[in-house]
Nanobody, 123 residues
């Protein structure tokens, strides 16, 4: 099982980025996939999660209405569209899969983690 996050980079305030999480391994075909982020000196924060059977979930109030999660089952990929970016969105972003198939927001509930992708929002 592998998860690979990509799409990070430098964005200006008010700009957009789309993160991708490509995963392999049939074990994840029916698993939820979640996005987290971790800023320097802060705890890892759950952002959003999408599963096969549930509606997308959004956990961070600071990103609700700006970030949208989606899943393409034909490509084994989950995306995080980030709009209206703010400097406080600067962090390393991770995708992860919980040990169970349904969405979870607790980092300790994740069984698999992808690599991180750096997002920097700065003018």
């Amino acid at each position: 099982v592998q998860l690979q996050a990509s799409g990070g980079g430098l964005a200006q305030p008010g700009g957009s980025l789309r993160l991708s999480c490509e995963f392999s391994g049939s074990a994840l075909d029916y698993h939820a996939i979640a996005w987290f982020r971790q800023a320097p000196g802060k705890e890892r924060e759950a952002l959003s999660c999408v599963s096969v059977t549930e509606s997308p979930k959004y956990y961070a109030t600071s990103t609700q209405g700006r970030f949208t999660i989606s899943r393409d089952r034909t490509k084994n990929a989950v995306y995080l569209q980030m709009n209206s970016l703010k400097p406080e969105d600067t962090a390393v972003y991770y995708c992860a899969a919980p040990r169970v198939r349904r969405c979870r927001s607790d980092p300790d509930a994740m069984g698999y983690w992808g690599n991180g992708t750096q997002v920097t929002v700065s003018s």
